[in-house]
C-alpha cells in the first residue's frame, strides 16, 4: 500500500477520489455529507496501485490541521492507521483536530486522539503526542 499526497486543487486529485466522492455508498459512509476540498486541504490518499483504498482529507486553517470526512474502504483498520500516521507525521508538528465519526472514535483514540466534544453521530478530537496536548 501506498499513500500519495495531493493539494485540494491538484488536478490528478480527481482521477484519484473523484469516482469515490460521487459514490452514493461513500457519501453514506460519510452520514451523506458530501467531501469539499480547497486550496488549503492535502489529501492523503491510500492506494494499491490505481486503486483507492482510502483517504483522509486534512484542512489547514489558522496553524491547525483538521481531518474532517474521511473514507477508508470496508473500515479497513491497517489502512485507517497507516492513514492516521502519515497525517501526523506530516502535519504533527501543527496541532492535529479530527472530526471522527463515533463509530471511528476508539481507532482514533489507539492512535494518539484525545476526545474534547462529543455530539450524536461526531467526537471532535485532538492529537496528544507524548501525552501532551498539541
Known amino acids: 500500500m501506498e499513500i500519495t499526497i495531493c493539494k485540494g486543487n491538484d488536478p490528478y486529485l480527481y482521477q484519484w477520489v473523484g469516482p469515490l466522492v460521487m459514490d452514493k455508498a461513500v457519501i453514506k459512509y460519510n452520514n451523506n455529507y458530501p467531501f469539499k476540498t480547497a486550496e488549503n486541504f492535502v489529501w492523503h490518499i491510500a492506494h494499491e496501485g490505481a486503486q483507492v483504498l482510502g483517504f483522509v482529507p486534512v484542512e489547514l486553517r489558522k496553524n491547525r490541521a483538521i481531518v ?61 503526542a507524548n501525552g501532551k496536548k498539541s
Not at 508538528?93 to 472514535?105: D, G
Not at 476508539?106 to 466534544?117: A, K, S, T, V
Request: aromatic share 14%; net charge neutral.
Open 68 to 128: 474532517n470526512n474521511y473514507y477508508v474502504a470496508k473500515d479497513t483498520p491497517e489502512v485507517f492507521e497507516k492513514l492516521l500516521c502519515h497525517v501526523l507525521d506530516t502535519h504533527g508538528s501543527s496541532p492535529v483536530e479530527a472530526v471522527a465519526q463515533t463509530r471511528h472514535a476508539e481507532l482514533f483514540q489507539r492512535n494518539g486522539f484525545e476526545p474534547f466534544i462529543t455530539w450524536k453521530k461526531y467526537i471532535k478530537m485532538l492529537y496528544v
